[in-house]
């Protein structure tokens, strides 16, 4: 059962407080991105996304009575056994709660991840269409994540600015490189 115990950091158990009998117990759940091998082929791993903050807070705090019977069931005492169930019991509340927002799944093929860095882009490939593909690139996740029509529109329409601009750059270079052969040729 103690297969969460990697995700804790800075466990204390701190001094009574003069207004209750009990004391409180603090400590730090480690998980931004953390991988969880589930098979050979499927992996899991938290991410945290900041769009999804509000919507994470109001799970949580709809688990508040959970929360609440699991630190209210953890004694004082020093049993190993009680802290370990409790624990448990509170991470696995508050993942029931950021799983379905953070818990991202991806298949691995088996083939490497890895980007080209001898690979050069063509020579008509400007800043102007660098800027144009950073900006497409970033409405497609913004229309993955959120899967909102007005941020489909956006994608849809920088998609369409990328492709024009880069057929108008191919183009123009091709015509460019053709006309510079035929006036070799002519001389």
Not at 36 to 65: H, N
Not at 108 to 131: I, L, S
């Amino acid at each position: 059962m103690k297969k969460h115990f990697h995700m804790v950091k800075q466990f204390s158990v701190l001094p009574f407080t003069p207004f209750s009998d009990h004391s409180p117990i603090t400590f730090t759940l480690c998980c931004n991105s953390t991988p969880i091998q589930s098979s050979a082929k499927q992996t899991e791993y938290l991410k945290w996304d900041d769009d999804y903050k509000t919507d994470l807070r109001r799970r949580v705090i709809s688990r508040l009575p959970e929360l609440n019977h699991v630190s209210n069931n953890c004694t004082t005492s020093r049993d190993e056994e009680i802290v370990n169930k409790s624990l448990n019991d509170f991470v696995n509340v508050l993942r029931e709660a950021s799983d379905p927002l953070c818990l991202k799944r991806y298949t691995d093929n088996g083939t490497p991840r890895y980007t080209n860095t001898n690979a050069r882009p063509a020579e008509w490939f400007d800043n102007e269409c660098a800027v144009l593909k950073q900006a497409y690139l970033r409405a497609y996740v913004r229309s993955i994540k959120t899967e909102q029509t007005r941020n489909r529109v956006l994608f849809c329409d920088n998609k369409s600015n990328y492709k024009r601009m880069v057929t108008k750059k191919r183009r123009a270079y091709l015509r460019q490189k053709r006309n510079n052969i035929i006036q070799q040729q002519a001389f």
